[in-house]
């Protein structure tokens, strides 16, 4: 299997062929982080898709010193923080189908299953946009500390103090569900 690097000197050779390896290694990567990030399905595959048009533009600037996934993904960090600025609004309410799978039959632990999906995605929409990028970078796309830090422009400490407050939100928002459920049973 070719590495990221050279079928980015394949393609600006003129391999579409290159291209395409890397669009079809790299897009479900970016499309999920795109979806968490934009918390709109449309908004997901408009920003996938910008975010392919600016890489293809920036390849030739593109000089390996981090991994190619990386260096997509702050390019789609980028053109994100752009929309909001345009927008001058918050991400709204998360409407990214992210239903687990029907792989029981019983209607109980669906609609379990179902409640937790919507409490999680309730609380990752109250996220600051800062707190979830944090996350949903770490937690989702597995990027390390010093990665994060390298997209985001900022210190390691910021982000480890980000990613702690943001899953300490999150814990905080689930135990809230828990108590709820507990109290109405």
Same mark, same amino acid.
């Not at 079809?24 to 990567?29: E, G, L, T």
């Not at 799978?101 to 029981?104: I, P």
């Not at 919507?118 to 109250?126: F, K, M």
């Given at each position: 299997m070719k590495d990221d690097r050279r079928l980015v000197r394949e393609y600006i050779a003129g391999s579409d062929a290159a291209f395409e390896? @890397?669009?079809? &290694?790299?897009?479900?990567? @970016?499309?999920a982080f795109a979806c968490h990030l934009t918390g709109r399905q449309q908004d997901a595959e408009d920003l996938c898709q910008s975010t392919w048009i600016e890489a293809i533009k920036s390849l030739g600037r593109y000089r390996g010193r981090g991994s190619f996934r990386a260096w997509l993904h702050a390019i789609a960090l980028h053109l994100h923080r752009d929309l909001l600025r345009r927008r001058r609004a918050e991400v709204g309410p998360l409407d990214v189908e992210m239903t687990p799978?029907? /792989?029981?039959a019983n209607p109980e632990r669906l609609a379990d299953r179902l409640d937790l999906v /919507?409490?999680? &995605?309730?609380? @990752?929409?109250?996220l600051s946009p800062?707190? &979830? /990028?944090?996350? @949903?970078?770490?937690?989702l796309q597995g990027f390390k500390y010093r990665e994060i830090a390298a997209l985001l422009d900022c210190p390691i400490? /910021?982000?480890k103090s980000r990613l702690h407050y943001?899953?300490?939100a999150m814990r905080a928002a689930l135990r809230d569900v828990q108590a709820e459920e507990v109290a109405g049973a």
């Open positions: 390896m @890397l669009f079809d &290694r790299h897009s479900p990567s @970016l499309y799978a029907d /792989t029981d /919507t409490s999680v &995605r309730a609380a @990752l929409a109250a800062e707190h &979830r /990028t944090v996350l @949903l970078l770490h937690e400490g /910021t982000v943001a899953i300490a």
